[in-house]
């Protein structure tokens, strides 16, 4: 947790401390488990699942690199955002930039600019912001090599995916969040929103996008990816639920099925449909082994849930998007298909106690609750409700 001192030569200096300490203590565990060190080259693994002390390691460097460079800026210039980096990102991502030639080979701003179909001063501009991020070199003038980071956009589709949803969708809309408080005081409605002003709709934003096959499809493979990071893994939920007994899961809003896959691989004895918009589930396949126990089926959950008489109805990283109106609806349309003993297994977020965490640890779960607007999130939890 950030502390405040009297004298703040002392506290850079105590931050620094933890970095070096922190710092070594993760480079040793590294070693200690045959893993690379961090590295911006390709040769960097794109996934890499490290071990509990590592983890604890790497964020309390982070933590205490947050507050010493906002120490170091200063008040006024810590006021100032940063760099947008999602400006070179969006391009990238909009004009396919990463998959214009592959990682280990080297190409040129104007073979770059004749591959994406865009003029090569813009190309040359785009790429340069986008290496002080750290995604892309020039080796040598004129020379574009790949590294780490361009080399997940050009590997990992989900990657992609998730950045456009957030370039397209997201980004626009919370430039017009306080206006859309302005205009809509303490508004539930998920159609008086910064995304109605951005597109001129007064239709909610998962109803536009699930009217475009595309969007649909990004936007069930950013959850996917969301899914994959670690903070989201789908084995926190379940490797530490008890299933006993279960022989029919329903996953509420489940896109392509990631986390059913899992349960479903978890404990063969388990049955799961997946139900989300039919635009997001096109087009997605289940693996040859699971296709007897695991279905895919389109639906609505603002309408009455389908299957009936399922043991456990699981509704993961949903209600957090919605307003308590709104979550109040989903949750109300299970009653009619709920038996005695169904569970209906809520997995999302709530946000911690005010102080409790650092302002490092706080600023996203708090930045996902204010853009959700009823503070629903933060850390994973689990909790479930048994109907008799």
């Given at each position: 947790m950030a502390q405040t001192s009297t004298n703040t030569s002392t506290r850079i200096v105590e931050l620094s401390?933890?970095?070096?300490?922190q710092t070594v203590k993760f480079d040793a565990c590294l070693a200690a488990n045959d893993l690379p060190t961090p590295?911006?080259?390709?040769?960097?693994?794109?996934?890499?699942?490290?071990?509990?002390?590592?983890?604890a390691?790497?964020?309390?460097?982070l933590e205490a690199t947050d507050e010493l460079t906002n120490l170091m800026l200063g008040p006024l210039e810590s006021l100032?955002?940063?760099?947008?980096?999602?400006?070179?990102?969006?391009?990238?991502?909009?004009?396919?930039?990463?998959?214009?030639?592959?990682?280990?080979?080297?190409?040129?701003?104007?073979?770059?600019?004749?591959?994406c179909s865009i003029p090569e001063p813009d190309c040359r501009r785009l790429l340069r912001h986008a290496m002080t991020f750290y995604i892309f070199s020039e080796p040598s003038p004129g020379i574009v090599a790949h590294t780490a980071l361009s080399k997940a956009l050009a590997e990992i589709p989900p990657v992609g995916a998730f950045l456009g949803f957030v370039a397209e969708e997201m980004l626009p809309a919370s430039t017009r969040i306080v206006d859309a408080m302005q205009q809509w005081p303490g508004s539930e409605e998920s159609n008086e929103t910064g995304f109605a002003l951005v597109y001129a709709t007064d239709t909610?934003?998962?109803?536009?996008?699930?009217?475009?096959?595309?969007?649909?499809q990004q936007i069930g493979h950013a959850m996917s990816f969301l899914n994959s990071r670690p903070g989201e893994n789908v084995s926190h939920l379940v490797q530490n639920f008890s299933w006993v007994g279960t022989k029919l899961l329903v996953d509420v809003g489940g896109a392509k099925g990631t986390v059913g896959l899992a349960i479903a691989r978890r404990d063969p004895d388990i049955r799961i449909v997946v139900h989300d918009n039919p635009e997001v589930i096109t087009g997605t396949k289940v693996p040859d082994d699971l296709r007897e126990r695991v279905e895919l089926m389109g639906h609505d959950f603002f309408t009455e849930q389908l299957v009936k008489g399922?043991?456990?109805?699981?509704?993961?990283?949903?209600?957090?998007?919605?307003?308590?109106?709104?979550?109040?609806?989903?949750?109300?349309?299970?009653?009619?298909?709920?038996k005695k003993g169904a569970r209906v297994l809520v997995n999302d977020r709530v946000l911690p106690p005010p102080g409790a965490?650092?302002?490092?640890?706080?600023?996203?779960?708090?930045?996902?609750?204010?853009?959700?607007?009823?503070?629903?999130?933060?850390?994973?939890?689990f909790c479930w409700f048994r109907f008799r």
């Open positions: 401390s933890i970095i070096h300490e590295s911006f080259d390709i040769s960097c693994p794109l996934k890499l699942i490290l071990p509990p002390e590592a983890q390691a790497r964020n309390a460097v100032i955002p940063p760099p947008n980096s999602w400006i070179s990102i969006t391009a990238l991502q909009r004009f396919k930039i990463a998959n214009s030639f592959p990682p280990g080979t080297t190409s040129t701003f104007t073979e770059i600019a004749s591959q909610p934003m998962m109803e536009v996008v699930s009217c475009d096959p595309r969007r649909a399922a043991d456990i109805y699981l509704i993961r990283n949903v209600l957090h998007d919605w307003s308590d109106k709104y979550a109040a609806k989903i949750l109300g349309n299970l009653i009619p298909a709920l965490l650092s302002p490092y640890k706080a600023r996203q779960p708090r930045y996902d609750g204010f853009l959700s607007l009823p503070e629903l999130i933060s850390t994973s939890f």
